[in-house]
């Protein structure tokens, strides 16, 4: 039986599996990846992220020397739902509006929110589809199903970029521009979806309810019925993971146009790689430049004038 196996694992372990694999490397290049191996029949994809996929009949055996796996996985089996007490009962079934959000603690490449409505009859199709928690497919297979994903439910996506972000982060705070974000998108995804109604509206949690409801208040658009919010929110309905899916996969296409544009690789997240790049723009056009293409309020650009200025 074909199976897939992801695992994470540490720089360290990493440098051990490039060379442990050094004779079964495979002379093909995948976005994001540090080398793919062939052992057998089991493909081994190791990404810079330190994401690791096993597919293929050993795919078990192969991970379970290096780590162990975030979710074990065989083709032929459908993952359940996790339940939780704050939801209604049989919530993975129901038809739900999902809300998540990447990018937010990415120095370079915009935020981005989206809402996905998923009716009851498509959880079945989306679940068979492979549309699961993001965290555990690589970003190849984030962009490909994001692709199907979209043609198939109704959703809303905003992609803050980071020249806009820029102009609003003095008067919103992180959270507060969260939440502006994803209230217009479950707003705008209301509107279309109309007459038809979701059961429920499930926020993935990243600030307490309270919190969450009053800022809302601000807003000119309000959203405040039906509300769910609960972390990890993909594991409670595939409305969430689509959602995920389909932000994560706009931030990945806004962080390569900046690549592109800019000439230079440049990185996700936060750390001494994104000062040195962050250098860079600014050896090439200053800050006005750098503020096209990195949230500027971030410790990083202070950084980078010190490397820029020796
Ligand atoms: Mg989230």
């Not at 994001?146 to 705070?173: A, C, D, G, M, T």
């Amino acid at each position: 039986m074909s199976q897939t196996q992801v695992i994470k694992v540490t720089k360290d372990t990493m440098k051990k599996m490039k060379t442990y694999y050094e004779k079964n490397r495979l002379n093909r290049t995948v976005p994001y990846s540090d080398f793919v191996a062939k052992v057998g029949n089991t493909t081994i994809t190791a990404y810079t992220s330190g994401k690791v996929v096993f597919q293929g009949p050993e795919a078990e055996k192969g991970a379970a020397k290096w780590g162990t796996p975030a979710q074990s996985k065989t083709s032929t089996s459908t993952s359940s739902s996790k339940s939780s007490s704050i939801l209604p009962a049989n919530f993975s079934q129901l038809s739900v509006l999902g809300s998540d959000e990447v990018g937010n603690g990415s120095y370079f490449g915009p935020v981005t929110v989206c809402a996905a409505y998923v009716d009851k009859t498509m959880v079945a199709k989306l679940k068979a589809l492979g549309v699961r928690d993001s965290k555990e497919l690589t970003d190849p297979q984030i962009v490909q199903l994001s692709s199907v994903i979209k043609e198939l439910i109704p959703y809303k996506l905003l992609i803050v970029e980071p020249e806009k972000y820029n102009q609003i982060q003095p008067k919103y705070n992180a959270v507060h521009m969260k939440v502006a974000l994803h209230n217009q998108a479950i707003y705008l995804l209301l509107n279309e979806i109309a007459p038809t109604k979701p059961e429920a509206i499930l926020i993935d949690q990243f600030t307490p309810e309270a919190n969450y409801r009053k800022y809302v208040r601000s807003e000119q658009n309000q959203v405040n019925e039906k509300l769910y919010f609960i972390t990890k929110g993909e594991q409670y309905h595939v409305a969430v993971a689509a959602a995920s899916i389909i932000s994560r996969a706009a931030f990945l296409e806004e962080l390569d146009k900046e690549s592109k544009e800019l000439g230079m690789k440049v990185p996700s997240g936060a750390g001494a790689n994104s000062d040195k790049v962050a250098a860079a723009v600014l050896a090439k056009g200053g800050i006005a430049l750098l503020s096209k293409y990195a949230k500027l309020h971030f410790a990083n650009t202070e950084k980078a004038k010190k490397i820029a200025a020796k």
